[in-house]
């Protein structure tokens, strides 16, 4: 006897029924849910955008205060719990490793193509279909883009520093241009070769932090700047002509025992004789370095013992060595290159080989520190800078910082891609332009698909002006029109508060900032669109 399992015809159809509608809302209700959030993020930051956009406060956890209107540091300073959300602050973080400017643009561009997404998956069109034009789209405002760049020469230092200009405008720090520009294109230029480089390494530029004086007092240095004091316990020099340094990461100290272990004495004589041989321990380590002909020791920081007593440092002080302790151990590879010489792992291995040299080693004051200038070092020696940042308190000095880093990478993305588009919306718009022209000549759902991305470019224009106090709506509407005319570089004067030619103005960026933004944020959204279900796992 076989009994079938199946329920009848009518029963089993109702119930499939039920179940696929159940999915299929399950999956608009995903969507919507992932979309809506990472559109929450993108609206946190837009208000944040472009020369006269805000500043946000930030207060971390441990009651720290931030202020700033970098992209990338909000971003990372938000403490986001959805997971379609947090693929916007990796988004923006991307886009800083990237081009380390336009991380509100990129944010705000997703958000955008994501409310457009809405509309589409409204009209019942579906979501890899919405994803696949997005991409062709995508691929037709690169190729756009190309079009309106225009080729920069790196021995062109009046474009470059207009670039970084750029950069700064929308900083807390922005009255400080014209002081930190130089300085950005003059330390990039300086660690790459403007003929054959093709990108550049931007550990090779150190930023050293001091407070005190205001940023005007910048400076870069063609050396190293060491923020440590010079040991003083044993009376030692404070300037060093012809130096000749060495990098140590021994110490200069007796010998401890193992943790486990420990040595009772118990006679007068026994202790004597200890410390006798502790001091000639010391003595034949300090004998050692000076007969290499060092006269500079800069001593890595120890975490087990002392990297040097005090009995070594009036050894060395009275053989006219200046030493420098508590070097952090990221900095002994930056050290190293700058100086040419080899980090130093044991006092047997202590030869004049290994000595790096400089002309000149002082100790300098600085607002109300001190800090240690290496100066001098021979052309040949590895290619590094080092810029000391100044700052009254300690907001505007973080803020000062980042806003270098910012100047850094502008000039970096032009070593990289060397080309250069006009600002102030004008890119976004022209492609908003061109592309809603190429939407027309597509059919079917891909038309409505890549208009929608079209217009979605336009909050770059639209923000800026609301942004800058100017009516949105006209604005955007005459530079359309601008466009429509043939005003390829016609842009958003936020200064002037009207439509101007943007490139005359001397408002430019990389390329690489533009089409790094359009790329990553689409890419972003396309991932977005094609989430169905989210699966929380222990």
Known sequence: LIVSAMPPDGAGGKS?????????TKEKDVRLSNIHAAKAVSDAVRTSLGPKGMDKMVQTSTGEILITNDGATIMKQMEVLHPAAKILVELSKSQDIEAGDGTTTVVVIAGSLLSASVGLLEKGIHPTTISEAFQRAEVKAQEILREMATPVDLRDRESILKAANIALASKVVSQNSEVLAPIAVDAVLRVADPELATN????????IKKLG???DDTEMVDGLVFTQRLSRKGGGPSRIQNAKIALIQFCISPPKTD?????VVSDYNQMDRILREERMYLLNMCKKIHKNGCNVLLIQKSILRDAVTDLALHFLAKMGILVVTDIEREDIEFISKTLNC??????????PEKLGSAELVEEVTVGEGKVVKVTGIPASR???VSILVRGSNK?????????LHDALCVVRCLVKERFLVAGGSAPEMEMSFRLGEWANTLTGQEQYCVRAFAEALEVIPSTLAENAGLNPISIVTDLRNRHAKGGKTTGINVRKGMITDILEEGVIQPLLVNSSAISLATESVRMILKIDDIRFTR
Not at 16 to 21: C, E, G, M, P, T
Not at 395 to 403: G, H, K, N, Q, Y
């Open 16 to 24: 499939d029924r039920n179940k696929s509608f159940r999915e299929k």
């Open 200 to 207: 550049v390494d931007l550990h090779d530029i150190k930023v």
């Open 213 to 215: 004086g205001t940023v």
């Open 259 to 263: 943790i486990e272990n420990q040595i």
């Open 342 to 351: 080899l980090p130093i792992a044991n006092i047997d291995s202590f030869v």
């Open 382 to 384: 590895g290619k590094t």
């Open 395 to 403: 907001l505007v000095l973080d803020e000062a910082e980042r806003s």
